[in-house]
């Protein structure tokens, strides 16, 4: 059975968040390099673009992550995390955070994108010309990259998606180029 069919199962196709029945999308958590049903769910298209920042971030649909931070399913559990902290200054979301408990293995992948730091702690990744990159982004090569332990280049002009930031370091990411995950110095990019 595929991650989307058992992730539609287990919802009763509804979003994980909200319960909505419309535009449900497989969504996978940042970092994450590998779809697996642990680190997915079934969200709405609502959801979608508030949780990857395309829309504005409407306070009151949040409302739902009351229900949904009791979730079974970590997933779940983590991105209900990860949206009441991006919400906390709005008073209601910090209370929920004070009741919600993650066991440390899911509050360390909940951490990975630095939802709970303020805006001035976050380590900001920028590609060549200073532009702000975010897990997922697709890049593009500036010059040859011989990658380190291989005999492989990565010429210039190569397109990377669906990048990974390092939570430790501002100056790398991670990709695939060829079939191979590599790490790139991101002053070697450049945002598509």
Same mark, same amino acid.
């Given at each position: 059975?595929?991650?989307?069919?058992?992730? !539609?199962?287990?919802?009763?196709?509804?979003?994980?968040?909200?319960?909505?029945?419309?535009?449900?999308?497989?969504?996978?958590?940042?970092?994450?390099?590998?779809?697996?049903?642990?680190?997915?769910?079934?969200?709405?298209?609502?959801?979608?673009?508030?949780?990857?920042?395309?829309?504005?971030?409407?306070?009151?649909?949040?409302?739902?992550?009351?229900?949904?931070?009791?979730?079974?399913?970590?997933?779940?559990?983590?991105?209900?995390?990860?949206?009441?902290?991006?919400?906390?200054?709005?008073?209601?979301? !910090?209370?929920?955070?004070?009741?919600?408990?993650?066991?440390?293995?899911?509050?360390?992948? =909940?951490?990975?994108?630095?939802?709970? /730091?303020?805006?001035?702690?976050?380590?900001?990744?920028?590609?060549?010309?200073?532009?702000?990159?975010?897990?997922?982004?697709?890049? &593009?090569?500036?010059?040859?990259?011989?990658?380190?332990?291989?005999?492989?280049? =990565? !010429?210039?002009?190569?397109?990377?998606?669906?990048?990974?930031?390092?939570?430790?370091?501002?100056?790398?990411?991670?990709?695939?180029?060829?079939?191979?995950?590599? &790490?790139?110095?991101?002053?070697?990019? /450049?945002?598509?």
């Amino acid at each position: 059975m595929s991650i989307l069919q058992t992730l !539609k199962d287990r919802s009763h196709n509804t979003c994980e968040l909200c319960k909505s029945d419309e535009g449900l999308t497989q969504y996978t958590l940042p970092p994450s390099l590998n779809e697996n049903v642990d680190n997915s769910l079934l969200i709405c298209s609502t959801c979608l673009e508030q949780v990857e920042g395309n829309a504005e971030m409407d306070v009151n649909h949040w409302r739902c992550l009351n229900d949904s931070m009791w979730s079974e399913f970590v997933a779940v559990q983590i991105l209900s995390w990860r949206m009441l902290q991006r919400l906390r200054h709005e008073g209601w979301p !910090k209370d929920l955070l004070d009741m919600m408990y993650l066991d440390d293995d899911a509050l360390s992948l =909940a951490r990975a994108t630095g939802e709970d /730091k303020d805006d001035s702690d976050k380590i900001i990744h920028r590609d060549v010309n200073g532009v702000i990159l975010d897990n997922g982004d697709s890049v &593009v090569l500036v010059k040859d990259l011989k990658v380190k332990g291989s005999s492989m280049v =990565a !010429k210039q002009g190569t397109a990377v998606r669906n990048i990974r930031l390092d939570r430790d370091n501002a100056e790398y990411i991670e990709g695939k180029v060829d079939g191979q995950q590599i &790490v790139i110095i991101t002053k070697y990019v /450049k945002k598509t």
